[in-house]
């Protein structure tokens, strides 16, 4: 099975809203046939502001919007950080430690899962 990519997930995404890749391209104020190879592949991630303008085009929810943002950084050849974390974790100190301890401990996923839970049982007792 394919592995998802920043493009295939943009396409799928659009078209299930039956927004036409012309249309789309116009709304978020790029050329189609930029917009084409961005889908095809043939592009990079575009500038942070455009990946802002297509999410909201698209309407995506919180769940969409992470996964839309960490395919678009799974594009460019330099490894960068999904739009959305680097302030969060430029703001903490904590959260750096934390990344780098568990780099350092090479954090298991099931580790990384149970942390995970505990903050979204957060959420939910917060009744956010």
């Known amino acids: ?4 990519t920043f493009g295939s997930y943009l396409t799928q995404l659009r078209i299930a809203r039956k927004i036409s890749l012309r249309g ?3 709304k978020v ?3 189609p046939v930029y917009q084409c190879n961005i889908e095809k592949g043939r592009r990079p991630m575009t ?6 303008k297509m999410a909201v085009v698209l309407l995506l929810d919180k769940s969409e919007k ?11 050849s ?3 950080v999904a739009a959305d974390l680097p302030e969060y974790i430029n703001e903490r100190d904590i959260v750096r430690v934390a990344l780098r301890t568990a ?3 090479d954090a298991t996923d099931e580790e990384w899962q149970e942390f995970i839970e505990k903050l ?7 009744g956010g």
């Open 1 to 4: 099975m394919n592995e998802q």
């Open 103 to 105: 780099k350092d401990v």
């Open 47 to 52: 500038t942070e502001d455009i990946l802002e």
């Open 66 to 76: 992470a996964q839309f943002l960490d395919l678009a950084a799974k594009t460019k």
């Open 29 to 31: 104020g790029i050329s």
């Open 78 to 80: 330099i490894p960068v």
């Open 120 to 126: 979204q049982k957060r959420i939910k007792r917060d």
């Open 24 to 26: 789309f391209a116009q």
